[in-house]
């Protein structure tokens, strides 16, 4: 009802037909996210462009997890000044993360008079309403309340039809102490596994070779509504079918020797995991409010090792938390040292207003952090460049996502995520193949393929 309302306004403003420009900052749920605003959009008689200059409606859908997440959305919106000046009738609309902050609301309100609608997470359906409400009322909406339910049944465009991310959860319980995250996404919440199963079949029938379930914190799925994450991977990769299964992200606390075993045992899911750590001190994973040691983290590595020859880890790294000394990031160092990360997701500490750790005392300065943070990568890049020279000579599944005919260059990855590149004249996107790895570097594999499913 509030679609074809919407619809029937919009035919009103734009006769002669109208295309969207939507593009999500952030993290893969956002990304995720945004498949469903193209959804619903469409469903709004939109269709798409890849130029801003182009659109009678751009979406923003932000993320707020470092201050330069934000100032990049910022420096964006600054630029459709012009662009709104133009073109009088264009919506702008900014949702996500970022906008679910009350001091980024005002700071639109007041700095940004062109943008015409704001509001959060969690409430992707309001979209035709808010349009609908902006067009018969006149004035700016920012809506601010955080949506307190899980969406169901919301249309989707995903980008790729070989490669699908599927929500099974959204929010987080466990407030970190650096974290904004659940301020800004709310309390944790479960998608029912049935309703997960059948999108996963759906999927893998329609040909879709890579499903990776998304949450903020997987691990937690179902906890409250009494599912379990071990369960729902289990009924998954049950399903018949050639495709890789993965899951992000892990947190090592609610991380447990079962669910190890689904994947040593499983005949899809990739023998890889991300498991953020964030730091190698004690001292310091105690203040980020974490509920795990360096001790009980190394325990998951070598019971994830023993069951897994083959397995591969991978993890995010806060590098300067207030007040980090040189033994504290010894001991990160250490760590990395320890596992042998296949690859890194590392961030420089940002303060996020509001969090436990934004009054926290202190005294490292931005250069030394900066300084800390080129050491670590230059020691993650040996790490990298090691274990995937242990690759040549051996074969890895690929799942292919490009092909670049004049070069006769295919881009994929591992089910470990690793990059690859193979020279062949086949155009193999969208294609699993069997790749015997002739080269490393420490970002990427080169290899040739042998079989192509
Ligand atoms: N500063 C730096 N990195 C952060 N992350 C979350 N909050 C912050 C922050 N305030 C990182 C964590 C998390 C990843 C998604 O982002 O490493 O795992
Ligand atoms: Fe943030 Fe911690 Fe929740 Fe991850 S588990 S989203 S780091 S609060």
Redesign the pocket.
């Known amino acids: 009802m509030e679609v074809s309302l919407c619809s029937k306004e919009l035919d009103k403003l734009f006769p002669k037909g109208r295309k969207a420009y939507i593009h999500s900052f952030g993290?893969q749920q956002n990304v995720s996210d945004g498949e469903h605003i193209s959804g619903i959009v469409q469903a709004l008689g939109f269709s798409f462009t890849d130029e801003e200059d182009d659109a009678e409606l751009i979406i923003y859908n932000t993320c707020a997890?470092?201050e330069t997440a934000e100032t990049k959305v910022l420096g964006h919106i600054g630029a459709l000044k012009a662009l709104k000046q133009r073109k009088k009738n264009m919506l702008i609309i900014i949702c996500g993360c970022m906008t679910q902050r009350k001091e980024m609301q005002e700071r639109i309100k007041k700095s940004y008079p062109f943008v015409d609608i704001v509001f959060g997470t969690n409430n992707l359906k309001l979209i035709p309403r808010l349009i609908s409400r902006r067009l018969s009322e006149g004035k700016r909406i920012f809506h601010s309340d955080i949506g307190t339910q899980i969406e169901e049944g919301l249309p989707i465009v995903r980008e790729d039809s070989f490669k699908a991310y599927l929500p099974i959860m959204q929010g987080c319980d466990n407030f970190c102490s650096?974290?904004?995250?659940p301020y800004v996404k709310g309390r944790e919440m479960s998608r029912r596994p049935q309703d997960i199963i059948d999108e996963a079949e759906a999927l893998v029938k329609n040909g879709c070779r890579e499903i990776t379930l998304l949450g903020t914190n997987v691990n937690s799925y179902g906890k409250k509504e009494g599912y379990d994450f071990p369960k729902l991977l289990k009924a998954i990769d049950e399903l018949d079918g050639d495709f890789f299964l993965s899951f992000m992200?892990s947190h090592p606390k609610d991380c447990t020797k079962e669910l190890i075993d689904v994947v040593a045992q499983s005949r899809h899911i990739c023998h890889h995991l991300h498991l953020?750590v964030?730091s190698g001190s004690n001292e310091i994973l105690k203040r980020m409010n974490r509920s795990y040691t360096v001790e009980k983290y190394l325990s998951l590595i070598d019971y994830a090792r023993s069951k897994m020859a083959d397995v591969s880890f991978s993890s995010?790294?806060?590098v300067g938390f207030p007040n980090e000394s040189d033994k504290d990031f010894a001991d990160t160092l250490s760590l990395i040292e320890k596992v042998r990360y296949n690859a890194l997701?590392t961030?420089?500490?940002?303060?996020?207003s509001g969090?436990p750790?934004a009054i926290m005392e202190d005294e490292i300065t931005h250069r030394e952090k900066a300084v800390r943070m080129n050491r670590l990568l230059k020691i993650q890049q040996r790490i990298s460049h090691e274990l995937n020279s242990e690759k040549v000579g051996r074969q890895e599944k690929v799942l292919f996502d490009s092909y670049d005919s004049e070069n006769r260059l295919a881009v994929g990855r591992t089910g470990a995520n690793i990059l690859t590149l193979s020279q062949t004249d086949t155009d193999v996107t969208g294609k699993m193949c069997l790749v015997t790895i002739k080269e490393a570097m420490s970002a990427q594999i080169k290899g040739v393929i042998d079989i192509i499913y």
């Open positions: 993290c997890v470092r650096y974290c904004i995250v992200t953020p964030q995010d790294i806060i997701f961030f420089i500490y940002s303060k996020r969090t750790a």
